[in-house]
């Protein structure tokens, strides 16, 4: 099983600012199949990043992924009011998909 | 476009089998996996597993024994059932397509209580 950390668990930033999260697993993702989601209160997740770093549609492109291997991030270059939301990844390169712990973007 | 609903019991009795079904709109349910995934309150999302539209599944080993899930294309819609259920198994229920999920069906509250 491919186990993976979210961190920090919770990140208090600023409308505007950088958001930068990390999401390391236990070991290589092969294909870089790592995904990205953002979940609001109340709501179902909704795919942000496929493939470590391809937007899926209609995510704006302030959303970007990285990494490759066992590291991968997601940055949100300058946060808007709708993006503070809790954010997961997930690994799907294997028959076992796993998700990490998330990590809460709050408002400062 | 595509949708996708949950539906089944909200109130499961410890012991009994947790039933769900999800039906798929607007698109074909062929060619695709469709997963379960669960989320307790307030807590992460867990994989519960998945099955192709031909049939072939993957599930969880740490739920393994419990699960089937099961497909059937002639209503687009496709199913879990989950065994033998305690109170740890109360979450919200949501249906996906795709690996990774691009579309996701608005969850479902089930409960595990007498």
């Known amino acids: 099983e491919i186990v993976l950390t979210q961190s920090p668990g919770t990140l208090s930033l600023s409308p505007g600012e950088r958001a930068t999260l990390s999401c390391r697993a236990s070991?290589?993702?092969?294909?870089?199949?790592l995904a990205w989601y953002q979940q609001k209160p109340g709501q179902a997740p909704r795919l942000l990043i496929y493939g470590a770093s391809s937007r899926a549609t209609g995510i704006p492109d302030r959303f970007s992924g990285s990494g490759s291997g066992t590291d991968f991030t997601l940055t949100i270059s300058r946060l808007e009011p709708e993006d503070f939301a809790v954010y997961h990844c997930?690994?799907?390169?294997?028959?076992?998909?796993?998700f990490g712990g998330g990590t809460k973007v709050e408002i400062k | 476009q595509v949708q996708l609903q949950e539906s089944g019991p909200g109130l499961v009795k410890p012991s009994e089998t947790l039933s769900l079904t999800c039906t798929v709109s607007?698109?074909?349910?062929?060619?695709?996996?469709w997963s379960w995934i669960r989320q307790p309150a307030g807590k992460g999302l867990e994989w519960i597993g998945r099955?192709?539209?031909?049939?072939?599944?993957n599930y969880n080993p740490s739920l393994k024994s419990r699960v089937t899930m099961s497909v059937d294309t002639s209503k687009n819609q496709f199913s879990l059932k989950l065994s033998s259920v305690a109170a740890a198994d109360t979450a919200v229920y949501y249906c996906?397509?795709?690996?990774?999920?691009?579309?996701w069906g608005q969850g479902t509250l089930v409960t595990v209580s007498s």
């Open positions: 996906t397509r795709g690996a990774p999920s691009t579309h």
């Open positions: 099955i192709y539209s031909y049939g072939s599944t």
């Open positions: 607007g698109g074909s349910i062929s060619n695709y996996y």
């Open positions: 997930q690994q799907y390169s294997s028959s076992l998909l796993t």
């Open positions: 070991q290589s993702v092969s294909h870089n199949y």
